[in-house]
Nanobody, 117 residues
Framework: QVQLAESGGGLVQPGGSLRLSCAAS????????MGWYRQGPGKQRELVAV???????NYADSVKGRFTISRDNAKNTVYLQMNSLKPEDTAVYYC???????????WGQGTQVTVSS
């Protein structure tokens, strides 16, 4: 059983910063991708950023230059540093782990990020 524990969401003013963390526990393949998705009010869930265990990083165009994803493989933890936050970044952010061996996705419970003055 894989579990993903998220933390770091909250309320922030436009232009502010937040850092999300997600720690994975359980049994999963060492070659995997960990990332963040988000779902805003009335919107579909969308990819924000993903970090593969091999080192590659990918970002949604809307967050490039503002968000940075990083991971600590020794701790099975992924981070999302969010700077210059905008009201349109308001969403529930979900941590994801994609097990490349069995091609299965695991999800965290979600953490709310609200950007408002």
């Amino acid at each position: 059983q894989v579990q993903l524990a998220e933390s770091g969401g909250g309320l922030v003013q436009p232009g502010g910063s937040l850092r999300l963390s997600c720690a994975a526990s359980g049994s999963f393949y060492r070659l995997n991708a960990m990332g963040w998705y988000r779902q805003g009010p009335g919107k579909q869930r969308e990819l924000v950023a993903v970090a593969a265990s091999g080192g590659s990083r990918n970002y949604a165009d809307s967050v490039k230059g503002r968000f940075t994803i990083s991971r600590d493989n020794a701790k099975n933890t992924v981070y999302l540093q969010m700077n210059s936050l905008k009201p349109e970044d308001t969403a529930v952010y979900y941590c994801n782990l994609h097990d490349s061996d069995i091609r299965r996705d695991y999800w965290g419970q979600g953490t709310q990020v609200t950007v408002s003055s």
